[in-house]
């Protein structure tokens, strides 16, 4: 609720609490110095040219970091603050609750947000959408590119407190990379993850999870992940530590795993997490399997293998796609 927050924001402790959403590990709890929140919300309104008496639109949790910082951005450039409860439904909610609603400033949603709200009368009118939370699936993104809306990919964690930078999906600016904010400075790890070093947001330089490739001008793009997640409708899914959990209903046959986890692009989602199985125990499969977040299961000869004994992940989301 917006209301706990402005009474933790208000109240005279020099920090808030915040909860990750596990991009670089388990989720956690960690404390936020007021003073970084606030330079994350200038940095994004002086890129994106905001300025006070402008319309902003809050339609995710206070809960987590993106809500948050809509309010702190609000609060920070005098911007006007409309709330909506969240839901995959926000505009129509919007107008419902704010009919004299005429246009938006500044929204942020996830993917699933902006797949509910393609078609609606109020989504052109919006003048900066940052989407979130997850990526943009391919053909959501190739609706979104004629919009005279500047839509705009994020890039952050909890941990950068919001983004630290965006990519332009609509119009003639759009392209394939991301540029960072200002103040913000990236490399590369030895493995290949983005190492991110922002002094006014964090203390300390960060590394992600995240392969990249980065320009010499700063910009860069992500390969895939290091680790094995599952990004769904802005929810993360810890693939092992899920099939580890499951795996006393589906027990390992001579040392050998029966299924794996696994996903695949989703329109509305952006991944779909997907159970691969084989395929003479997909009818056991289907009856004990049951997760919120894992909606296909799909049967296969073998799950795939390395060389090493461990389950092939590439290959395993190949067969799923």
């Known amino acids: 609720m917006i209301k706990d ?46 300025r006070e008496g402008q319309t902003a639109l809050l339609c995710l949790s206070c809960d987590y970091i993106a809500g948050k910082m809509m309010v702190v951005r609000a609060l920070e450039r005098g911007l006007r603050l409309v709330e909506v409860a969240p839901s995959n439904r926000p505009l129509e909610d919007l107008v419902r609750e704010h009919p004299d609603i005429k246009g938006i400033d500044l929204a942020a949603m996830v993917p699933s947000q902006v797949y509910c709200s393609l078609g609606h009368p109020l989504l052109p009118r919006i003048r900066h959408l940052i989407i979130g939370g997850g990526a943009i699936p391919a053909a959501l993104e190739e609706r979104l590119r004629a919009l005279p809306t500047a839509v705009w990919s994020s890039y952050g964690m909890t941990e950068t407190l919001s983004h630290i930078a965006l990519r332009r999906v609509s119009g003639a600016e759009a392209e394939d990379w991301y540029r960072p904010l200002p103040g913000v400075a990236l490399s590369l790890s030895g493995e290949g993850c983005l190492v991110i070093d922002a002094p006014a947001l964090s203390p300390e330089r960060l590394v992600t999870n995240d392969l990249a490739e980065l320009l010499p001008d700063g910009r860069f793009r992500i390969l895939g992940r290091r680790d094995n997640v599952v990004i769904s409708g802005g929810l993360k899914l810890h693939i092992e530590e899920e099939e580890e959990r499951l795996r006393s209903l589906l027990p390992d046959r001579e040392g050998r795993p029966v299924f794996c986890i696994t996903c695949r692009p989703h329109e509305k989602l952006g991944e779909e997490a997907v159970v691969l199985v084989e395929r003479a125990l997909l009818t056991a499969a289907q009856t004990v399997l049951r997760h919120p977040y894992i909606k296909s299961i799909l049967p296969v000869d073998a799950v795939p293998m390395t060389s090493t004994g461990k389950i092939d992940r590439a290959a395993a989301r190949r067969l799923a796609e």
């Open 5 to 50: 927050f402005l009474s933790e924001w208000r109240s005279p402790s020099p920090e808030v609490r915040l909860q990750t959403s596990g991009s670089t590990g388990r989720p956690k709890v960690f404390y936020a110095d007021k003073e970084r929140l606030r330079a994350s919300a200038r940095m994004t309104c002086d890129f994106l040219g905001l």
